[in-house]
């Protein structure tokens, strides 16, 4: 029980460390520390109480009788630090995005109307048992599966989620799974913000687009085109207002949201039929902006997965290619609002980069911009049902309602109520 003991501790210590340090360079290294820390960084309350129990099991079987098993007691307990001290980076998450807001929503955003309409974004026991997440959510009705599009050698498909009412003027936020363009899957991504919004009067929209060996860009962003049209087409049947769409995503996803909000008329882009939604706003999370690589983050090694198993052609050999796709190169006057929120610990997508498309927008756009680095938020932080995840989808609400209100103060044909908050 002693080694036991020694050998829990070690590995509940290399998670906490990769959490509390994630691995940066080299690039090779990255995504195994990103999978290491990724539990004890969304969950560490979980994680403690587990371990806890573990270590009070272990110790009352005997596991203290010998030195490994004392150091591995010692090396707990430096877990456990770690792991409060993640658990309090969430709580600062409230701040940071507030903060954020501020500049964009102004005072009148954080008022006693708005306090009193926003309230805590899931179910508190999600935060006991996330799994939760991925069943049915309190006033909300889920369709799933629905063929956007048969034109792509199969059937690419999307689920829906709105609110359990007859309202039939609901706004609308599409979003986008990540997955390296390569992977992911529309169900397992961003289900606290959809089960969320759709609860507080929003149609939301998960969409697929073709992944894996046999495609290439920009395959992909072409599906996210015809889930856009088909969206200008059908929401309505869904009781979503096609005049205004939001979109949002993370990591490829966020990519994939930023260049359909920035590079509507691409003729490479456009939709097997149809004409795509107009966006309104975007919120992408953790997104790949600098597609090209201009900013030089990525090593040539880490910019060879992309040529391979992405687009197909190396960079040197199209350079346009990859400038077209990037976010960060199509900024221009006329770009929606946009709020960027990224993770100050995210290993896979740094900071650095969310910060140069900020500042490309803030120089470019004429919409509002904002931007928040959440405390030691990971890569796909969002996919778990946490305090720092609640205090980020509050935001979101705040920031995609406040737009929806401006577009239907300006809007000659619309009522001048903003978005139901319930």
Known sequence: MTW????????????????LWPIRRPWWLKLASWNAG??????????????????????????????PGQVGLAV???????????????????????????PTLGDAGFGADWTRLTRWPFPMSWLVLPGLAWFRTPGVVRVAGVVYTTAAKRDLELDIYRPDSTRTDCPVLVEIHGGGWIAGDRRLEARPLMAHMAARGWVCVSVDYRIGRHTSWPDQIVDVSTALAWVREHVAEHGGDPDFV??????????????????????????????PAAIKACVPF????????RLGLHPPREMRIVEHLVVKVPLDDDADRYARASPLARVHPEAPPFFVVQGT??????????????????????????????PRAQHAFDALPSVRTGHVITGVERF??????????????SSTAPARLR
């Open 4 to 19: 036991i003991l020694f050998g829990l501790s070690a590995v509940a210590a290399v998670a906490t460390c990769n959490a």
């Open 400 to 413: 995609l309602a406040h737009v929806h209100s401006t577009h239907r103060r300006s809007s000659p044909t």
């Open 246 to 275: 939001a979109i949002t995503g993370g990591s490829a996803g966020g990519h994939l949201a930023a260049l359909a909000a920035l590079a509507p008329d691409e003729p490479d882009y456009r939709p097997r039929s149809g004409t």
């Open 76 to 102: 707990s307990a430096a877990v456990a630090i770690g792991l409060v001290v993640l658990a309090v980076a969430h709580r600062r998450a409230r701040t940071s995005v507030d903060d954020a807001l501020r």
């Open 286 to 293: 953790y997104g790949a902006y600098d597609f090209d690589n």
């Open 345 to 374: 610990s995210d290993n896979l997508v740094f900071p650095a980069e969310s910060r140069a498309f900020v500042e490309q927008l803030r120089a470019i756009s004429r919409s509002p911009v904002a931007y928040v680095e959440v």
């Open 38 to 67: 990724y539990l004890a960084n969304e969950l560490p309350l979980h994680v403690l109480a587990g371990h806890s129990v573990l270590v009070g099991v272990l110790a009352a079987m005997g596991a203290l009788d010998e030195r």
